[in-house]
């Protein structure tokens, strides 16, 4: 049935194929261009990878490193230049003929087959057959059990993907990328969506690809990882090759100087505000089986964080709030009035405003434009007239400037969102909530792949609004945002809330202790 | 719920816990299809004054007529479950039916349509229809990948011009008086055939979607071209395998009716395209692609069978027949819904 596929013999015992260390770089990019209409994404760009080191890549959001591990990955063709593997010179055409000459990548954007297992996913192409030629699904369990061993992962290879937290996705993405066992894995952003524990987790599974002489090319925003992990490091910036440098020997801020070619100011720019009567109030509230007996107040003008693990339960009350999934029993309160909400459009008209933690799934819409995307939440308040026709025009002038204050790259606000970097998607979906003016604004994972100067934009915004009187709510699995911009932060484990530290008391073992617990 | 609580527990202390598998969907549409029978069975006691059930020809006929419906929903279920769909399966069942009967006439009918080429072995009129259908399917499956055309688009093309091809081939004549040959075809094995057939290709696929490759890409481009990409699968050309396969066997769907009732008609096979949708919808098989199951897409064509059967045993007027079944299969979508919603509460 399937004479065409390529067969391929498959080993995951954890013995590791022989590997050429003759080559000074494993990965070279030399002199590559690539551009897109109205964007020049890549402008002659270079890049070494040594064999046994992690390499970073820094730079802005837009700044063209997703667009460049895609070349590598063979999904985009260059314009010009060459990729060279082990000194050799090789032509990308599809992302099989990388796979297939030793290039893994795990994508910026979640990339599985949702309805599928966990094992389906991991092996897909690559099924384990019986003597029949059937597939042999025992023994596809069996492999991704020793892989999963292998890497120290629990999840069950049987269970379907949709069923699993974004950050155990990120885990199976990681698991798929690491059984190719080839030669050069690109990770691009994989820590955007999960916790410090995985993140330690990830690391321990890097240093053991290091060790075996693996060329990693890992794209992060977060400064300390890449001083924890990063061997060496690129930056580039406007598409263009900035430089490459052994990441023992820079600061923090000449790394920054680098990537945005100015200074940026202080990391998170909390300003006491003077806080007001209580805006948001939540009480008892419960959803059987997910979260429990979950209690707090927000005022207006106060920053209230949550920390907790993944899967402890804070998207789903924030969720439960906004009225995506209501909540079975409690009560929640706006402004000392008790509110019934059943749906998004309820929150909305009570004055809400929720940035979901998963931009592709429940965040942008991929067909549509930059306008469109940002205005969707818009669309049955201040710009629909009584006719009920929007008023275009005031919505184009708003959004544009939003855009420009947000430092949203694109050539126009007609460019598809698809097509934006995921950072800048990102900014366009926190625009579509700040247009709504929101009383109260839930913000779950803001700055979810959000690079250094984006985000103390982003931190400054949100301080200004909580100026302005807005109650925040601010889920982040970044532990220094959450402590760094708080006023308080509540701390969930297994669905309950259990503890609620002021910002004088919170730090990051007081936290971790109640996150654990 | 008790997967979020798996989730959790397993990101916490990192230990697996109890699996619970989830009924399949296929044993709720299966209960539906024993709680219309026996539904039909009491009404049949109460107003008719006799059994549903416990007359054999009476399933027989309903068997049978599931069997080509059903043999067209099982192409479609694979096209359903990459995310496509395929509007042309009735037309091309006609066009498949009236070029392949023309091969399969006998001399001693009056009224040959090409002399030369009758008393052929069986297997000639038969290659003739499934390469009809498979042609068929192909041309769907190009225009949906090379083009970039939607299916629903394609397919409704396809579905237009096939017609025309049927009518236009012996200008609107009937073909009959197929040899013996051939017509065992749709009624060997005491006119068992069509269900023997059905049922043989039912296995194949059932075991081909579950247990090979083939079946997997299916599914994986259904639930995520994007990721089924990058994992290096080569979408265009599998989907044109799809629909060329689907279309295979809307040809054997017709070889086996014209066979069966020995006569083909360019009206034939009117809205058995959707009678397949709605086979494989009523199945379980969601129209958003990556999930379905063939077990499923047969149980619907039998529900869908024993549905038709009933309301003419009970002797219910055509216009209602016509009414019931689309609010049944709206109900079927809304149910599927339902599970979807279901399915995400617990992310
Ligand atoms: N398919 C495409 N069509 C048009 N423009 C594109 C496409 N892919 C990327 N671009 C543009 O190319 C530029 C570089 O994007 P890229 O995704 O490589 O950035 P990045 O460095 O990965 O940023 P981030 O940190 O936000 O992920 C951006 O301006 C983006 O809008
Ligand atoms: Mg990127």
Same mark, same amino acid.
């Given at each position: 049935?399937?004479?065409?596929?390529?067969?391929?013999?498959?080993?995951?015992?954890?013995?590791?194929?022989?590997?050429?260390?003759?080559?000074?770089?494993?990965?070279?990019?030399?002199?590559?261009?690539?551009?897109?209409?109205?964007?020049?994404?890549?402008?002659?760009?270079?890049?070494?990878?040594?064999?046994?080191?992690?390499?970073?890549?820094?730079?802005?959001?837009?700044?063209?490193?997703?667009?460049?591990?895609?070349?590598?990955?063979?999904?985009?063709?260059?314009?010009?230049?060459?990729?060279?593997?082990?000194?050799?010179?090789?032509?990308?055409?599809?992302?099989?003929?990388?796979?297939?000459?030793?290039?893994?990548?795990?994508?910026?954007?979640?990339?599985?087959?949702?309805?599928?297992?966990?094992?389906?996913?991991?092996?897909?192409?690559?099924?384990?057959?019986?003597?029949?030629?059937?597939?042999?699904?025992?023994?596809?369990?069996?492999?991704?059990?020793?892989?999963?061993?292998?890497?120290?992962?629990?999840?069950?290879?049987?269970?379907?993907?949709?069923?699993?937290?974004?950050?155990?996705?990120?885990?199976?993405?990681?698991?798929?990328?690491?059984?190719?066992?080839?030669?050069?894995?690109?990770?691009?952003?994989?820590?955007?969506?999960?916790?410090?524990?995985?993140?330690?987790?990830?690391?321990?599974?890097?240093?053991?690809?290091?060790?075996?002489?693996?060329?990693?090319?890992?794209?992060?925003?977060?400064?300390?990882?890449?001083?924890?992990?990063?061997?060496?490091?690129?930056?580039?910036?406007?598409?263009?090759?900035?430089?490459?440098?052994?990441?023992?020997?820079?600061?923090?801020?000449?790394?920054?100087?680098?990537?945005? /070619?100015?200074? &940026? %100011? #202080?990391?998170?720019?909390?300003? @006491?505000? *003077?806080?007001?009567?209580?805006? +948001?109030? =939540? !009480?008892?509230?419960?959803?059987?089986?997910?979260?429990?007996?979950?209690?707090?107040?927000?005022?207006?003008?106060?920053?209230?964080?949550?920390?907790?693990?993944?899967?402890?339960?804070?998207?789903?009350?924030?969720?439960?709030?906004?009225?995506?999934?209501?909540?079975?029993?409690?009560?929640?309160?706006?402004?000392?009035?008790?509110?019934?909400?059943?749906?998004?459009?309820?929150?909305?008209?009570?004055?809400?405003?929720?940035?979901?933690?998963?931009?592709?799934?429940?965040?942008?819409?991929?067909?549509?434009?930059?306008?469109?995307?940002?205005?969707?939440?818009?669309?049955?308040?201040?710009?629909?007239?009584? /006719?009920?026709? &929007? %008023? #275009?025009?005031?919505?184009?002038? @708003?959004? *544009?400037?939003?855009?420009?204050? +947000?430092? =949203? !790259?694109?050539?126009?606000?007609?460019?598809?969102?698809?097509?934006?970097?995921?950072?800048?998607?990102?900014?366009?979906?926190?625009?579509?909530?700040?247009?709504?003016?929101?009383?109260?604004?839930?913000?779950?994972?803001?700055?979810?792949?959000?690079?250094?100067?984006?985000?103390?934009?982003?931190?400054?915004?949100?301080?200004?609004?909580?100026?302005?009187?807005?109650?925040?709510?601010?889920?982040?699995?970044?532990?220094?945002?959450?402590?760094?911009?708080?006023?308080?932060?509540?701390?969930?484990?297994?669905?309950?809330?259990?503890?609620?530290?002021?910002?004088?008391?919170?730090?990051?073992?007081?936290?971790?202790?109640?996150?654990?617990? | 719920?008790?997967?979020?609580?798996?989730?959790?527990?397993?990101?916490?202390?990192?230990?697996?816990?109890?699996?619970?598998?989830?009924?399949?969907?296929?044993?709720?549409?299966?209960?539906?299809?024993?709680?219309?029978?026996?539904?039909?069975?009491?009404?049949?006691?109460?107003?008719?004054?006799?059994?549903?059930?416990?007359?054999?020809?009476?399933?027989?006929?309903?068997?049978?007529?599931?069997?080509?419906?059903?043999?067209?929903?099982?192409?479609?279920?694979?096209?359903?479950?990459?995310?496509?769909?395929?509007?042309?399966?009735?037309?091309?069942?006609?066009?498949?039916?009236?070029?392949?009967?023309?091969?399969?006439?006998?001399?001693?009918?009056?009224?040959?349509?090409?002399?030369?080429?009758?008393?052929?072995?069986?297997?000639?009129?038969?290659?003739?229809?499934?390469?009809?259908?498979?042609?068929?399917?192909?041309?769907?499956?190009?225009?949906?990948?090379?083009?970039?055309?939607?299916?629903?688009?394609?397919?409704?093309?396809?579905?237009?011009?096939?017609?025309?091809?049927?009518?236009?081939?012996?200008?609107?004549?009937?073909?009959?008086?197929?040899?013996?040959?051939?017509?065992?075809?749709?009624?060997?094995?005491?006119?068992?055939?069509?269900?023997?057939?059905?049922?043989?290709?039912?296995?194949?696929?059932?075991?081909?979607?579950?247990?090979?490759?083939?079946?997997?890409?299916?599914?994986?481009?259904?639930?995520?071209?994007?990721?089924?990409?990058?994992?290096?699968?080569?979408?265009?050309?599998?989907?044109?395998?799809?629909?060329?396969?689907?279309?295979?066997?809307?040809?054997?769907?017709?070889?086996?009716?014209?066979?069966?009732?020995?006569?083909?008609?360019?009206?034939?096979?009117?809205?058995?395209?959707?009678?397949?949708?709605?086979?494989?919808?009523?199945?379980?098989?969601?129209?958003?692609?990556?999930?379905?199951?063939?077990?499923?897409?047969?149980?619907?064509?039998?529900?869908?069978?024993?549905?038709?059967?009933?309301?003419?045993?009970?002797?219910?007027?055509?216009?209602?027949?016509?009414?019931?079944?689309?609010?049944?299969?709206?109900?079927?979508?809304?149910?599927?819904?339902?599970?979807?919603?279901?399915?995400?509460?617990?992310?």
């Amino acid at each position: 049935m399937n004479s065409a596929a390529v067969e391929e013999t498959v080993s995951v015992s954890g013995a590791t194929p022989p590997r050429d260390h003759s080559c000074e770089y494993v990965l070279e990019v030399v002199n590559v261009s690539k551009s897109f209409p109205g964007v020049l994404a890549l402008d002659d760009v270079q890049l070494k990878i040594r064999p046994g080191t992690v390499h970073a890549l820094m730079g802005e959001n837009g700044a063209g490193k997703s667009t460049l591990m895609k070349v590598i990955a063979g999904i985009y063709q260059p314009d010009s230049g060459e990729v060279k593997l082990r000194g050799e010179t090789i032509t990308l055409e599809t992302p099989l003929k990388a796979q297939q000459s030793g290039i893994a990548m795990i994508h910026q954007e979640l990339l599985l087959m949702n309805q599928m297992t966990v094992a389906e996913n991991i092996w897909i192409r690559r099924e384990p057959k019986n003597a029949f030629g059937f597939i042999d699904h025992s023994e596809m369990h069996k492999m991704t059990e020793d892989l999963f061993d292998r890497l120290n992962i629990h999840l069950d290879p049987d269970a379907e993907i949709s069923t699993l937290s974004v950050a155990n996705r990120q885990m199976v993405e990681i698991a798929k990328a690491v059984s190719f066992n080839s030669d050069v894995l690109i990770m691009d952003e994989p820590t955007s969506a999960i916790t410090e524990t995985e993140v330690a987790h990830l690391f321990e599974i890097i240093r053991g690809l290091r060790k075996q002489g693996i060329g990693i090319v890992y794209i992060t925003h977060k400064m300390s990882e890449l001083f924890e992990i990063a061997d060496e490091f690129s930056v580039f910036r406007d598409g263009k090759y900035i430089g490459t440098h052994a990441s023992a020997n820079v600061t923090r801020d000449e790394i920054i100087h680098m990537m945005v /070619g100015r200074n &940026v %100011d #202080q990391m998170f720019p909390k300003e @006491e505000v *003077e806080l007001g009567e209580v805006l +948001l109030s =939540v !009480k008892n509230l419960t959803l059987e089986g997910v979260f429990n007996d979950v209690s707090f107040d927000v005022r207006a003008g106060e920053i209230l964080g949550f920390a907790g693990l993944v899967g402890s339960g804070r998207s789903n009350v924030a969720e439960a709030i906004f009225g995506v999934t209501p909540a079975d029993s409690g009560t929640v309160w706006i402004e000392g009035e008790e509110v019934h909400i059943k749906n998004p459009n309820d929150a909305i008209m009570k004055g809400m405003a929720f940035l979901t933690e998963d931009r592709k799934e429940t965040g942008c819409f991929l067909s549509l434009d930059i306008q469109e995307n940002i205005q969707s939440a818009v669309l049955h308040e201040n710009f629909v007239n009584g /006719g009920g026709f &929007v %008023d #275009q025009a005031k919505l184009n002038i @708003e959004s *544009e400037e939003l855009c420009r204050k +947000l430092r =949203v !790259k694109t050539p126009d606000m007609e460019e598809a969102i698809e097509n934006l970097s995921g950072g800048n998607q990102q900014k366009v979906l926190i625009g579509r909530w700040l247009l709504t003016h929101p009383r109260i604004l839930i913000l779950d994972e803001p700055t979810r792949g959000i690079d250094v100067g984006a985000k103390a934009e982003i931190h400054t915004l949100v301080t200004q609004l909580a100026h302005k009187g807005v109650a925040v709510i601010m889920i982040s699995s970044e532990l220094p945002e959450v402590l760094g911009m708080s006023d308080r932060v509540l701390v969930m484990h297994e669905g309950r809330v259990t503890g609620i530290l002021d910002r004088s008391e919170a730090d990051q073992v007081s936290v971790m202790k109640l996150a654990a617990q | 719920m008790s997967t979020v609580d798996n989730t959790m527990k397993e990101a916490n202390d990192g230990q697996e816990v109890c699996k619970k598998k989830r009924i399949p969907a296929e044993v709720s549409i299966l209960l539906v299809l024993v709680g219309i029978s026996i539904m039909f069975e009491i009404l049949g006691w109460i107003f008719v004054g006799q059994s549903f059930l416990m007359n054999m020809s009476r399933l027989q006929i309903i068997i049978l007529q599931v069997s080509v419906i059903g043999i067209i929903a099982i192409g479609v279920t694979m096209i359903i479950i990459t995310g496509g769909i395929d509007l042309s399966s009735g037309s091309v069942v006609a066009m498949s039916a009236m070029i392949a009967a023309t091969f399969a006439q006998s001399s001693s009918w009056p009224k040959v349509i090409s002399p030369s080429l009758t008393d052929l072995p069986f297997v000639i009129p038969l290659a003739v229809g499934l390469a009809v259908g498979a042609a068929a399917g192909f041309v769907n499956g190009w225009l949906v990948t090379k083009t970039r055309i939607p299916p629903f688009i394609a397919t409704l093309g396809m579905m237009v011009s096939a017609r025309g091809v049927a009518r236009w081939y012996t200008d609107g004549s009937p073909v009959s008086g197929f040899t013996n040959e051939f017509a065992m075809l749709g009624n060997a094995l005491d006119r068992w055939m069509p269900v023997v057939i059905f049922i043989v290709v039912a296995i194949i696929f059932h075991v081909v979607m579950r247990y090979t490759r083939f079946g997997k890409f299916t599914y994986a481009i259904g639930a995520n071209p994007q990721a089924a990409r990058v994992s290096g699968i080569n979408i265009d050309r599998h989907l044109i395998k799809v629909y060329a396969i689907a279309g295979l066997l809307v040809g054997l769907a017709a070889m086996v009716a014209i066979a069966r009732i020995k006569t083909a008609q360019a009206g034939m096979g009117l809205m058995y395209e959707l009678d397949a949708i709605a086979a494989a919808v009523i199945g379980g098989v969601s129209l958003s692609g990556g999930r379905g199951r063939i077990a499923g897409t047969v149980i619907g064509a039998l529900i869908l069978g024993v549905m038709l059967s009933g309301f003419t045993f009970l002797r219910i007027d055509a216009y209602y027949q016509d009414i019931i079944k689309g609010a049944i299969i709206v109900t079927a979508v809304i149910i599927d819904q339902q599970r979807q919603n279901k399915r995400k509460k617990t992310t």
